[in-house]
Structure formats: structure tokens, C-alpha cells
């Protein structure tokens, strides 16, 4: 048995609620798909920390097995397996990941995001269905598409483009909770939909093309930071310790399977965050100004009230602290790695032409 190592990636949860003894996530495994990915392996280390058995399935396409070393594997296994096809674990709780989250990511491949949207969601609901699971689907604010109305409540049907470029995604994810609630109303499954707003933190892919990972590769590397448009569209962070305690609590709920904004509802503007990063990260970079993107969404902000009320759940951790953290983690990254200090930004991994990603 390997021993788990200390995670300097560790989320805190001092704030974080105890899940029940009587929670489903403690009566069997729970299986956790997209595991090595930035979201899915906070989730697996604080199942285990909850004394979970937990399960990760991965194909480890922007995932990383490095993200679950400090599991060891006494309670936690990873599984390398594409969701598009089916699988079968017997498990008490499902918490369905497996998706390329950044807009790069998902538009390198749009066909195959469009097949782990809806085919993975089906697998994964035949999964829990077989097994008399309850699962909740990671949803996404994508659903909103560039909207209309501000702050998005649950019931805003959005404004989805299905042709756009980031239908693959947007379409994707809405046809996965058309699938998840058809199989909670025709066959009684016990169902949650997480619609997860703009999360950041440690084990973002510095390469995403994220509004966050960029800046601060950017800032780390002396790179200008690439604001696009002129800096006033806003984004709303969430920190991904708190995204973690919202998705427990929705699990843990008695809610049924209407969907639950989860995300930060501070906004803040894209220069205002350039700025914030270029002082945590005492970068001489200047800020460079570029066309806005097609597609990039003015404003993204949830209401809450929903999770607010039934989970009693608002994110704790406040943006400098969480940047902070954030850029420790990075500056890590850049120390341990040569090629990412050798080759510069641009012409690398990073950013400098990728749309200030909305996720
Ligand atoms: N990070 C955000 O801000 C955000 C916002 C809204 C929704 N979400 C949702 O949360 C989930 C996790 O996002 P993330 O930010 O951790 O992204 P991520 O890319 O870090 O994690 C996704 C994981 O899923 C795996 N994966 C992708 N396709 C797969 C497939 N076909 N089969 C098996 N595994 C597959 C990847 O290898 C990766 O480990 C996604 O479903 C995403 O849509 C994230």
C-alpha cells in the first residue's frame, strides 16, 4: 500500500461542514469520473479525507495522474477509461466530471466533447441506475450561454448559440442534464445537477487558456498579460475548496434533480484581475490589449439564493486569499519546471492568443 504523501495542493476546509455518517457517500465507493483532472482530484482528496472509498475513472486527456499521488492507494484506485464508453462499478454515489472543462480543450476536439457530453452523461446515469446510485452531474454556467439577464438564477434558459464554438460544450452540457433529469422523471433516479461557474485554484493546467492560469503564467513568466477587449467585461471567481464544499452539500441534499448554481457571486473585471495578479505576483509585465473574441461572454455572474437556501452553502474563501494560494501553486510549477521557464509564454503552452476563457 502506498502511503499518501503531504499535498501541497491541499484545498483548506477549516470552513468546511463534516459530511453525515448516514450520507451515501459513506455507505458504499463513490466513484468519481474525470478523477485526475483540476476539480476531480480536490473532490477525491477530500472524499478520502471524509473517509470515503473513492474510485476515480480518467482517460487522462487533460488530466493528470500527478494530481492523485498525494491519495496514496489504501481507500482511492484510478481507472484509465473513456466515459464514451460504457463502464460498471458498483458504487453508492456518482460524481460525474469527466469532460474537458477550458475552451481550448474542448474545441481541439469538439466531436469527441460532444460524445463525452452526452454519451459519457448516459454511461455514467446507466451506471448509478444499475447500481442504485445517486449522481450528480457537473454541470456548467455554459448552459447560459452568453445571457441576457444578470445574475443568472436557475430558471434563465439562456442564450446558446448551437452553431457558435462553443456549442460542443455549451450543447453538450445541456442535452447531459436533459438526460439526467429525464432519467430522475421516467425512472425515479436520484439525480443532482451542479451548474459550476468560473472555478481557479491550485492544479489548473497552466496551458488552459483560462482567464486565471493565463494571467498568472503570463505574470510568472515577464510575458505582457493579454486583456482582451478593453478589460471591463467581468468574470466571478470561485475557489476551488469552496466549488468542493457546494458539490458535498448538494450530494449530501435532500434536493431533487432541478439544477443548483454553484459559483462566486462577486464580480470583477478582467483588468481588475490582471491587476490584482501583476501586484500578488510582483511582475514587471505590462498588460497588452487584444480583440475581444467571438463568443466571450460580457458578463458571468450566479445567483446563489438557490444553494444559499437549501445547502446553506456561499463561498468563504475571499479572492486575494484564493489568488494567493493560486500563484503559490503556479510559482511551484515554474520552478520545477526547466521547459516552462525556458521557452517563453507565447510561443509555448501558454496564452497569449487564446480568448479569456469564461471557465
Ligand atoms: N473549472 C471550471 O471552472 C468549471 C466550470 C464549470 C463546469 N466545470 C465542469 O467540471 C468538470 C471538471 O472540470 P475541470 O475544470 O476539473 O476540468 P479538467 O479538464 O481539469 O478535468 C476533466 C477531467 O475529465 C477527464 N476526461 C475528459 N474527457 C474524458 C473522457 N471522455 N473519459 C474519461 N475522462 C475524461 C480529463 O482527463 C480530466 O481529468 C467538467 O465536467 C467541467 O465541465 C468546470
Given at each position: ?350 496564452a497569449a492568443n487564446a480568448p479569456t476563457a469564461s471557465e
Open positions: 500500500m502506498t502511503p499518501p504523501q503531504a499535498d501541497a495542493a491541499a484545498a483548506p476546509d477549516a470552513l468546511a461542514r463534516p459530511v453525515a455518517s448516514t450520507s451515501p457517500l459513506l455507505r458504499g465507493p463513490v466513484l468519481v469520473t474525470g478523477g485526475a483532472g483540476f476539480i476531480g482530484s480536490h473532490l477525491c482528496a477530500r472524499l478520502v479525507r471524509e473517509g470515503a472509498a473513492v474510485m476515480a475513472i480518467d482517460d487522462l486527456s487533460t488530466g493528470d495522474r500527478a494530481n492523485l499521488a498525494p491519495l496514496g492507494n489504501g481507500r482511492f484506485s484510478l481507472t484509465a477509461h473513456n466515459v464514451v464508453e460504457r463502464f460498471d462499478h458498483a458504487c453508492s454515489a456518482i460524481f460525474h466530471l469527466a469532460c474537458p472543462a477550458s475552451p481550448r480543450a474542448y474545441q481541439r476536439a469538439p466531436i469527441d466533447t460532444v460524445k463525452t457530453a452526452v454519451f459519457g452523461t448516459l454511461h455514467a446515469l446507466e451506471n448509478a441506475e444499475a447500481h442504485g446510485a445517486r449522481m450528480l452531474l457537473a454541470s456548467t454556467s455554459e448552459v447560459y450561454g452568453d445571457p441576457q439577464v444578470h445574475p443568472q438564477r436557475e430558471d434563465y434558459t439562456g442564450a446558446v448559440d448551437p452553431t457558435g464554438p462553443r456549442a460542443c460544450y455549451d450543447e453538450g452540457k445541456r442535452c447531459g442534464e436533459t438526460l439526467a433529469t429525464e432519467f430522475a422523471r421516467q425512472r425515479g433516479l436520484d439525480v443532482r445537477i451542479a451548474r459550476i461557474f468560473n472555478t481557479y485554484g491550485p492544479r489548473m493546467q497552466p496551458d488552459d487558456g483560462r482567464v486565471v492560469s493565463n494571467f498568472i503564467m503570463q505574470a510568472l513568466t515577464g510575458q505582457p498579460l493579454t486583456v482582451y477587449g478593453d478589460g471591463s467585461q467581468t468574470r466571478s471567481l470561485c475557489y476551488v475548496s469552496d466549488l468542493i464544499e457546494g458539490l458535498l452539500r448538494l450530494m449530501d441534499s435532500a434536493l431533487d434533480a432541478s439544477p443548483v448554481n454553484l459559483g462566486n457571486p462577486q464580480e470583477i473585471t478582467v483588468l481588475d484581475l490582471a491587476e490584482r495578479i501583476l501586484r500578488l505576483t510582483r511582475s514587471r509585465s505590462r498588460i497588452a490589449f487584444k480583440p475581444l473574441p467571438r463568443d466571450d461572454p460580457r458578463r458571468r455572474r450566479p445567483d446563489i439564493a438557490r444553494a444559499r437556501t437549501h445547502l446553506n452553502w456561499q463561498p468563504q474563501v475571499p479572492l486575494d486569499e484564493g489568488l494567493e494560494r493560486t500563484v503559490h501553486w503556479f510559482m511551484r510549477q515554474v520552478d520545477a519546471d526547466t521547459e516552462l521557464k525556458l521557452v517563453p509564454v507565447q510561443h509555448s503552452r501558454a
